[in-house]
């Protein structure tokens, strides 16, 4: 008999389902790839993995499954369905994602139908308590319970202050899983924050950062888009990022630009200079190349990713922080 209570908290394998339009393809894998280990081989519309995150954390994922069972053949499967066994005042349904191999509407109704029969339990199609997910998958049959993302970066979509080419609440909240995959006992700091949306996404989360920017307006504005979602307004300063002397685990900078120049490549250079006195890994953010700036400030790139809007392109870099040896050996 299992008791899917004991069983959410005991299984040590998952699969998430994800989504992303294809403008943000490279970002979403670079983000799975942190939070889940998941590969380029893995980039379907599922991926299965012994790491268990929220599924909320992601702007892309959709539903994470506890997996009860795992089956090479349906008759397998329907075999140990028997002996899921839920709680008397328990409902449940099942339902078929359609992230694994295709069936017509029908066909997936059926499915759901002869698994469900099989459990002692109550079906309710309209709100259960549980929704066990059914899916097809090239290694066989998984059975498992559902827990969908929430979308808590929708509601920060409309915030108070904003520019219009600043970061979406969704390509914050990638970068902040990006630099911080693993949060607990992580701090950031974002130096240049802009309105705020890399702080606001990191905070939701629950990981300390401080922020920090040049422009009195953009600080403003920032401290008003805190306090609109609850959040102390203080954790933003204003100044020039080269005096700060603030440390934290990790960095996101998203580079200065307007619309009609961007940062001559000696500011550039001496912004990531300091970056690397605040922290020894960054997330970095530019609208154009600077793969040869990162190399001479010291930092090695470990993964280089490209989202767009529009025509307005985004370059991002994962960098960590080479050592003095490092950079002796690499001046010599």
Known sequence: M????KMNTTTNTFLYTFACHESEQALCLLELKRLLGMDEAGASHFYVTNRCIDPSRSPFLKMRLDILLMSSTLDELLEQTGSIQLKEEQSFKVLYLKEGKSYTYE?????????????QGTAKMKNPDI???LIHIDSGWVLGVCHEAGHVWLEHKNKPNNYSTGLSSRVARALV????????????????CGMGN???EALSM?????????????????RVNLRHYGYDDTLVTLGDMTNLEVKADRAILDLPYNVCSVLPVEEQLKLLTHLGKLADEAVIVSTEPIGEQLEQTGWEVRDHVTTSKGSFVREIWHCKRRSDRAMNELGD
């Open 2 to 5: 299992m008791n899917t209570s």
């Open 107 to 119: 066909e997936q109704r059926k499915l759901e139908r002869t698994v469900g029969i099989r459990i």
């Open 131 to 133: 929704t066990l997910g």
């Open 177 to 192: 899983n990006i630099a911080a995959p693993e949060p607990s006992g992580v701090s950031i700091i974002d130096p240049c």
């Open 198 to 200: 890399v702080l606001i």
């Open 206 to 222: 629950g990981i300390p950062i401080h922020g920090n920017d040049i422009n009195p307006l953009a600080v403003q504005g920032a």
